[in-house]
C-alpha cells in the first residue's frame, strides 16, 4: 500500500484497551483511517463500522474479535486496507469482499475461518498484498482466478490445508515479489516458467 496521509484518522494501536469496540464510532462520518489493532477488544465487529463511507484503512487485528466477517464491510467502498488478522473471527470466508475493488492490502491471517478462496476475488485488480496465513483454508487455490491479480507483490497462504499442484499460470503475475505457500499439502514438481518471478527478492517458499 502507497503512503497516504489522511485527513480523519483515529489510531489507538497497541495500548490495553478492552471490551467491545464502540457502536458510537459509526458517528464519525468523516474518518477515513480507524487503527484499533493490538487491544484487547473483544465481541463482534460492530455493524455501525457500515457507516463509515469515507473509510479508507481499517487495522483491526491483533485482538479477540470474535463473530463471522461482516456483510456490512462490503459498504467501505472506499476502502484500501484491510488488516483483520490474529483474531478469533469464524465462519467463511467473505466473497462478497469483491465489491472493495479498490483494495490493495488484505490480511485476514490467523483467524479459524473456513473454506477456501473465493473465484469472486479476481475482481480485487488493485490488490497488492493478500495474507490468508493460518485460517485452516482447504481444497485447491484458484490460481486462474489470482492470476488476474497483475497488481499482486505479496501472496501469503501458509499454514492451510490447500492441495493440488502449481501450474504455469502463476507465472503471468510477475509482479510477485512474495509467494509463500509453506504448510499445505501441495505436490506435483515446481514448473519451470517460475523463472519468469523475476522480481521475487527471495526464494519461493514451498516448504520449511
Do not use: C
Amino acid at each position: 500500500m502507497h503512503d497516504v496521509n489522511f485527513s480523519g484518522s483515529l489510531l489507538l494501536n497497541y495500548n490495553n484497551m478492552d471490551s467491545s469496540i464502540p457502536t458510537e464510532i459509526g458517528s464519525l462520518s468523516s474518518l477515513e483511517e480507524l487503527g484499533l489493532k493490538g487491544n484487547y477488544f473483544n465481541r463482534t465487529i460492530p455493524s455501525e463500522i457500515g457507516r463509515l463511507q469515507q473509510l479508507r484503512v481499517l487495522h483491526i487485528g491483533f485482538n479477540k474479535l470474535e463473530g463471522s466477517l461482516p456483510l456490512y464491510l462490503t459498504n467501505l467502498s472506499s476502502l484500501i486496507s484491510l488488516s483483520a488478522g490474529t483474531n478469533k473471527l469464524t465462519g467463511s470466508v467473505l466473497s462478497e469482499l469483491a465489491f472493495l475493488t479498490d483494495m490493495e492490502y488484505l490480511d485476514l491471517s490467523w483467524n479459524p475461518l473456513s473454506g477456501t478462496i473465493p473465484a469472486e476475488w479476481m475482481q480485487l485488480t488493485a490488490l497488492e498484498s493478500l495474507n490468508l496465513r493460518g485460517l485452516g483454508l482447504v481444497g485447491t487455490i484458484p490460481w486462474d482466478s489470482l492470476a488476474k491479480l497483475t497488481n499482486l507483490k505479496s501472496l501469503v497462504l501458509s499454514a492451510n490445508f490447500f492441495s493440488g499442484m502449481l501450474p504455469s499460470t502463476l507465472a503471468s503475475i510477475t509482479s510477485m515479489t512474495l509467494l509463500d505457500l509453506v504448510d499445505n499439502k501441495l505436490t506435483g514438481i515446481i514448473f519451470s516458467e517460475i523463472g519468469f518471478l523475476t522480481n521475487l527478492k527471495s526464494k519461493i517458499a514451498l516448504l520449511k
